[in-house]
């Protein structure tokens, strides 16, 4: 009995250890926000989103939410304290007119598309509930500074409803911030307008 467990316990670490390459390849676990403490990054190029450029300064960030930025913002006891010297730390970007979440990049299979849906009129049609959390270009998005997105279906005059998400989370409604907001069209192209030319693409 000893050295059946010993065996299963054998069998089952490697099943694990060989699964992980393959999982990293297929694209990781996205994390939910957080952790939720207090931190405090110093003597770091900060980039506010209005107000002037502070070449020297400290953010605190407390509970995910931003509480004090400033040359000399007071650091609160018990803070983990980050050391920018040299970074700069600005806000996060978004990209408003993409397809993440609905459409995968090829891994040695068909690629996932839920992008688009058959027909030309699909206002019934969500990216949120195509959205994949797991997608690998999550990761790569969110490495370049792009913390949101428009997620949008596409194809037909009336494409459907495009979602804003934010990139952090392991589920669509976590990580939804309008789950519906914007529908998106596409007018037809045509000739005519002022002087002779023009239409809309």
């Given at each position: 009995m000893?050295?059946?467990i010993?065996?299963?316990?054998?069998?089952?670490?490697?099943?694990?250890?060989?699964?992980?390459?393959l999982?990293a390849?297929?694209?990781?676990?996205?994390?939910?926000?957080g952790?939720?403490?207090?931190?405090?990054?110093r003597?770091?190029?900060?980039?506010?989103?209005?107000?002037?450029?502070?070449?020297n300064?400290?953010?605190?960030?407390?509970?995910?939410?931003?509480?004090?930025?400033?040359?000399?913002?007071?650091?609160p006891?018990?803070a983990?304290?980050?050391?920018?010297?040299?970074?700069?730390?600005?806000?996060?970007?978004?990209?408003?007119?993409?397809?993440?979440g609905?459409?995968?990049?090829?891994?040695?299979?068909?690629?996932?598309?839920?992008?688009?849906?058959?027909?030309?009129f699909?206002?019934?049609?969500?990216?949120?509930n195509?959205?994949?959390?797991?997608?690998?270009?999550?990761?790569?998005?969110r490495?370049?500074?792009?913390?949101?997105?428009?997620?949008?279906?596409?194809?037909?005059?009336?494409?459907?409803?495009?979602?804003l998400?934010?990139?952090?989370?392991?589920t669509?409604?976590?990580?939804?911030?309008?789950?519906?907001?914007a529908?998106?069209?596409?007018?037809?192209?045509?000739?005519?307008?002022?002087g002779g030319?023009?239409?809309?693409?």
């Amino acid at each position: 009995m000893r050295g059946l467990i010993r065996s299963a316990t054998a069998s089952a670490a490697f099943a694990l250890l060989a699964a992980s390459p393959l999982t990293a390849q297929l694209g990781s676990f996205n994390p939910r926000p957080g952790p939720q403490g207090t931190f405090a990054i110093r003597n770091a190029r900060i980039v506010p989103v209005s107000g002037p450029e502070i070449a020297n300064g400290t953010l605190v960030i407390s509970g995910g939410k931003i509480t004090a930025i400033g040359a000399s913002a007071a650091i609160p006891a018990g803070a983990q304290v980050i050391d920018g010297t040299g970074l700069s730390v600005y806000p996060g970007m978004m990209d408003a007119a993409n397809e993440i979440g609905l459409s995968e990049i090829p891994q040695g299979a068909n690629a996932t598309m839920d992008a688009s849906e058959v027909g030309s009129f699909n206002p019934q049609a969500r990216a949120i509930n195509g959205f994949n959390p797991h997608s690998a270009v999550i990761g790569v998005t969110r490495v370049v500074g792009i913390t949101h997105i428009v997620s949008r279906p596409s194809g037909g005059m009336i494409a459907g409803a495009a979602a804003l998400m934010n990139l952090a989370g392991d589920t669509p409604p976590s990580m939804a911030v309008v789950p519906q907001v914007a529908m998106v069209l596409t007018l037809p192209g045509g000739g005519g307008g002022r002087g002779g030319g023009g239409g809309f693409g």
